[in-house]
T-cell receptor, first 112, second 115 residues
Framework: GNSVTQMEGPVTLSEEAFLTINCTYT??????LFWYVQYPGEGLQLLLK?????DKGSNKGFEATYRKETTSFHLEKGSVQVSDSAVYFC???????????FGRGTSLIVHP | DAGVIQSPRHEVTEMGQEVTLRCKPI?????LFWYRQTMMRGLELLIY????????DSGMPEDRFSAKMPNASFSTLKIQPSEPRDSAVYFC?????????????FGDGTRLSIL
């Protein structure tokens, strides 16, 4: 079956530090990959996506590259801000399936 | 465009009571999902509707839970009778099934506390 594995949190960083949140997946076929962000008291919202191998999704300074050879979709940001504190979810949607598979989420805490 | 609208935002009730959560998906979206989020279990899919028809309800925990989608603009999730272990944040999400790359759009959730 399909699965998504994210690094355990919380990840705690100082403002302007470099961020990496690891995500690896198992899926049949060629899935689409997503990162969602959940701010406190809100629902998940799409941060970025990539639909085929070597695609790079980017938004708000965040980037992730679809690596088929390593089945990974790691989230990166060069300089985090306090306002980036949230929970980040990696997800996939495999072809032929209507139901996405989510990781457990990684909490990010950024200190001033 | 208005996003996915859920009501109520917060619900506190005593065990044994009936609880009804409501969701209005984004206009034009033909898929709807109900999720439950807890610290222990993370985000769990409860049920998925496509064109108002329940397609996958394998995540519904037990017979106390039921969900309906009488039309394209409204869905309910009902718990009867409620129990303290049902306390969680319940999310509704919708999507337009034009192709496999479309993301889900989530509401802000209903925070449910059963005393």
């Amino acid at each position: 079956g399909n699965s998504v594995t994210q690094m355990e949190g919380p990840v705690t960083l100082s403002e302007e530090a470099f961020l990496t949140i690891n995500c690896t997946y198992t899926a049949t076929g060629y899935p689409s990959l997503f990162w969602y962000v959940q701010y406190p008291g809100e629902g998940l919202q799409l941060l970025l996506k990539a639909t085929k191998a070597d695609d790079k999704g980017s938004n708000k300074g965040f980037e992730a590259t679809y690596r088929k050879e390593t089945t990974s979709f790691h989230l990166e940001k060069g300089s985090v801000q306090v306002s980036d504190s949230a929970v980040y979810f990696c997800a996939l949607k495999a072809g032929g399936s209507y139901i996405p598979t989510f990781g457990r989420g990684t909490s990010l805490i950024v200190h001033p | 465009d208005a996003g996915v609208i859920q009501s109520p935002r917060h619900e506190v009730t005593e065990m044994g009571q009936e609880v009804t959560l409501r969701c209005k998906p984004i206009s034009g979206h033909n898929s709807l999902f109900w999720y439950r989020q807890t610290m222990m279990r993370g985000l769990e899919l409860l049920i998925y509707f496509n064109n108002n028809v329940p397609i996958d309800d394998s995540g519904m925990p037990e017979d106390r839970f039921s969900a309906k989608m009488p039309n394209a603009s409204f869905s309910t999730l009902k718990i009867q009778p409620s129990e303290p272990r049902d306390s969680a944040v319940y999310f509704c999400a919708s999507r337009k099934e034009t192709d496999s790359n479309q993301p889900q759009h989530f509401g802000d959730g209903t925070r449910l506390s059963i005393l």
